[in-house]
C-alpha cells in the first residue's frame, strides 16, 4: 500500500486547539495504528519546543483516501491548522520496510 504523509502547520491559536481537541485527533488515528498503517505521528515542535504542527505518514490505498482521512481529521475540522499538505511519499530508508 503507498505511504502518504500528513503535514499540517498550526494556526495562531494552535497551542489552545489542540489542548482542547488532542483526544479526538488521537482517537481518529487509533484505527489506522491498529491496522499497522501509522509509520509516524507526532508533533513538529518550534524553537521554543511547543507543538507548532504535526507529522503522520501512513499507508492508504490512494491519493484520494488520503486526504480524505486528512479531512476527518479534528485538527483540521476544529482549526488547530492553518494549513494541511498531503503528499504521496517513498520510503528509502531503513531498507529493509516494505
Known amino acids: 500500500m503507498p505511504l502518504y504523509v500528513l503535514i499540517g502547520?498550526?494556526?495562531?491559536?494552535?497551542i489552545a486547539l489542540r489542548k482542547r481537541?488532542?483526544?479526538?485527533?488521537?482517537?481518529?488515528?487509533?484505527?489506522?495504528v491498529d491496522a499497522g498503517r501509522v509509520r509516524f505521528a507526532g508533533p513538529i515542535r518550534s524553537e521554543d519546543g511547543n507543538p507548532c504542527?504535526?507529522?503522520?505518514?501512513f499507508e492508504a490505498a490512494d491519493l484520494t483516501a488520503a486526504q480524505a482521512f486528512a479531512e476527518t481529521d479534528p485538527y483540521v475540522v476544529e482549526g488547530v491548522f492553518a494549513s494541511v499538505e498531503v503528499r504521496e511519499t517513498l520510503q528509502v530508508f531503513p531498507k529493509d520496510a516494505t
Open 53 to 57: 504542527g504535526s507529522v503522520v505518514v
Open 21 to 32: 481537541h488532542r483526544d479526538a485527533h488521537l482517537a481518529n488515528l487509533q484505527p489506522l
Open 9 to 14: 502547520r498550526d494556526g495562531p491559536d494552535g
